[in-house]
């Protein structure tokens, strides 16, 4: 049973990523799945989830309007960036209730 992240990356302002959280050994539409970040020093804050029965989203507020989360299947959970910010460097983590990745390293710089 594991969350495994990808799409990470370097990307200037303004530009786009696209994050992947593939889960293996259960399905996830039961479950609430969450994105959070976490930069050196301090702490994991949560960046948006998506409830499994009802598909409801929930955003930061400093992200609102520029991120996109959605679950594409059972076992995949994806986190649209856009228009990304400086702001938003920091190693991105999927989670579904205790079960947490490991992370992926988002950098906008320029």
């Known amino acids: 049973v594991q969350l495994v992240e990808s799409g990470g990356g370097l990307v200037q302002p303004g530009g786009s990523l696209r994050l992947f959280c593939t889960a293996s050994?259960?399905?996830?539409?039961?479950?609430?799945m969450s994105w959070y970040r976490q930069v050196p020093g301090k702490e994991r804050e949560l960046v948006a989830y998506i409830i499994g029965v009802s598909g409801k989203t929930q955003y930061a507020e400093s992200v609102k309007d520029r991120f996109l989360i959605s679950r594409d299947n059972p076992t995949n959970t994806t986190l649209q960036m856009n228009n990304l910010e400086p702001e938003d460097t920091a190693v991105y983590y999927c989670a579904a209730d205790d079960k947490w990745g490991q992370g992926t390293q988002v950098t906008v710089s320029s």
């Open positions: 050994g259960f399905t996830t539409d039961k479950y609430v």
